[in-house]
């Protein structure tokens, strides 16, 4: 290995977790941190901007890996695109901008699973410690952190139905704060990760524009990182190419992988690091038999069901103004499995739209039982991975979906409603029985962006890294995003992800 230079720790990937990571690791003067990233820096105007047309615009684009998965077999073998951001600030610049920081369950069942340090009251203080809320400092809301993080301003007056409508049907509601002390149960408006003169504050703009003057701190751009560098089973620095040239660089300390939940483990197998059998099919020397690198990929599922709106209605500033958790009744244990975004748009199959107002409600299914898999195409670093979610595999995944729509209609029918309800576009007044409303969810039904899970935390046979984020059975490398959940968070996954950098920041502080 030839070193052109060393640096104390290297982040690999600058998005929700690794832009995190970098900014606070730097902190330390003493100590020299390198983050990577194959993305070029964020200055397509479009990514600051917080409309929904400048928002999707991005989707699709050259800040978009462009991952797909494979024919899905229980969605009528649809290919379904799963954007995620390949720019300084990763996914967080190219997400819808919500702010959801999901149930307290979530973190005390990875606690219970064996993961000492991740219940809920463990990792509060980290969401905090981002947080800069405009609502003010509270037990459960911090301020003075670098994310801006604010409330939904003027919602239109069909989302407010939406949240009467919720509570007509016995739900609480209106200033209900799903990242307060109970998030299920009650309607409410989204926050979201804005600035105060309505800015996308992406973790490039909250966690690294700050820092860029550190003099400790080096941030390369347009830098894949092709394979982990490894010597008597310690990670020791990485390889990337840059312009046609590859570099090697030394860590001195430390590797964080913080690539995604698709390209973690993608960088893990094309490093020997993975299913011994899957890497010697593709001729990739095998470093660490490590079998749950790129199994155990959760990703949530939504669908729209749409009506026509008696009333024109303002364009909203979020995909989603309100929203609710709840339960579809399905579920063994207390948790919520159903979320709703609500607002005034048609986020429906272009076959269901029509040309005048329109409102849409779209249930979520937030606590999947299916479990997919990301494995390699090739042994080259430029190849996109292959990914099946297996979508809907689980029955009772789809139970949930089919009680999502049927909550609609009983939302829908609410007083609250009665100036605004029209026809219902999809999946249609006459579509009632179960196994109708089945055929349409899995035509329809499509990914929220929020895949995890592929280097799972744990101790059992599956999981890839320990509590402390450290890959088992190989020093000197941790694996710090949103593919280290054991279990995908009942909310929108930006949130968790920055709170794991946050943590993932402090453990590495801790253990020096
Ligand atoms: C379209 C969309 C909408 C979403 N909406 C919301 C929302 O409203 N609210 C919410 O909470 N969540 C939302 N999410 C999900 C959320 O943004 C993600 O869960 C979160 O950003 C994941 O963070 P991460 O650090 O795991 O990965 P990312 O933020 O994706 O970062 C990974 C980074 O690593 C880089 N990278 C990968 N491989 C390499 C390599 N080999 N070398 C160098 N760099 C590499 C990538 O380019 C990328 O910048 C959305 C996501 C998308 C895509």
């Known amino acids: 290995m030839k070193f052109e ?17 970098a900014n606070r690791l730097s902190e330390d003067p003493n100590v020299s941190v390198l983050l990577l990233e194959v993305g070029a820096a964020d200055t397509n105007s479009a990514i600051h901007k917080t409309d929904i047309q400048s928002m999707t615009s991005l989707w699709g684009s050259k800040l978009d890996w462009g991952y797909s998965t494979e024919q899905e077999q229980y969605l009528n073998k649809r290919q379904i695109a799963i954007a995620q951001g390949k720019v300084l600030g990763g996914s967080s610049s190219l997400n819808a901008m919500m702010y959801v920081r999901g149930n307290r369950r979530d973190y005390d069942s990875w606690s219970r ?7 809920y009251e463990e990792v509060l203080p980290y969401f905090k410690k981002s947080e800069d809320y405009e609502g003010g400092a509270s037990e459960f809301h911090g301020v003075g952190g670098p994310l801006s993080v604010i409330d939904y301003r003027n919602p239109a007056p069909v989302s407010q139905a939406f949240v009467n409508a919720a509570i007509e049907l016995g739900y609480k509601g209106n200033n209900w704060d799903f990242n307060g002390s109970q998030q299920e149960d009650g309607a409410g408006f989204y926050q979201s ?10 973790t490039a703009v909250a966690f690294l524009n700050p820092i860029l003057e550190r003099s400790n701190f080096t941030v390369q751009t347009k830098a894949l990182v092709t394979r982990l560098l490894i010597s008597k089973n310690q990670v020791v620095g990485v390889e990337y190419s840059q312009d046609g040239t590859l570099h090697q660089v030394k860590a001195e300390s430390e590797v964080i992988v913080s690539c995604g939940s698709f390209d973690s483990p993608r960088l893990l197998m094309l490093s020997g690091i993975g299913d011994a059998n899957h890497l010697k099919s593709l001729n990739i020397p095998v470093v660490l038999d490590l079998p749950g690198v790129g199994l155990n990929l959760q990703d949530h599922l939504l669908l729209g069901v749409g009506y026509k709106c008696k009333q024109e209605q303002p364009s909203p500033n979020l995909l989603a103004e309100a929203g609710l958790f709840t339960r579809s009744g399905n579920n063994l244990d207390d948790s919520p499995d159903l979320q709703f975004f609500f607002g005034p748009v048609q986020f429906l199959e272009p076959e269901y739209l029509w040309d005048g107002p329109g409102f849409t409600f779209a249930p979520i299914l937030i606590a999947p039982q299916s479990r997919g898999t990301v494995t390699l195409r090739s042994n080259n670093p430029e190849d996109l991975a292959i990914i099946h979610t297996n979508y809907l595999e689980k029955d009772a995944d789809i139970k949930v979906l089919v009680k999502g729509i049927q909550l609609s209609r009983e939302l829908v029918h609410t007083h609250a409603f009665d100036d605004f309800r029209g026809e219902e576009l999809a999946p249609g007044a006459d579509i009632t029985n179960e196994s109708g409303l089945r055929e349409y969810i899995r035509k329809v039904a499509s990914t929220v962006w929020h895949p995890v899970g592929t280097c799972k935390m744990g101790r059992d046979r599956n999981a890839v890294v320990d509590p402390q984020l450290k890959v088992h059975g190989i020093a000197g490398l941790r694996v710090a995003d949103a593919s280290i959940m054991p279990t995908i968070t009942r909310g929108n996954t930006n949130a968790a992800t920055i709170m794991i ?6 453990m590495i502080i801790a253990s020096r």
Do not use: M, P
């Open 501 to 506: 950098g946050e943590k993932a920041a402090d």
């Open 113 to 119: 699973l064996g993961n000492e340090g991740w219940s």
């Open 193 to 202: 990760t804005r600035t105060s003169n309505n800015q996308r504050c992406s």
């Open 5 to 21: 230079q060393t640096f104390d720790y290297i982040v690999v990937g600058a998005g929700s977790a690794g832009c995190t990571i």
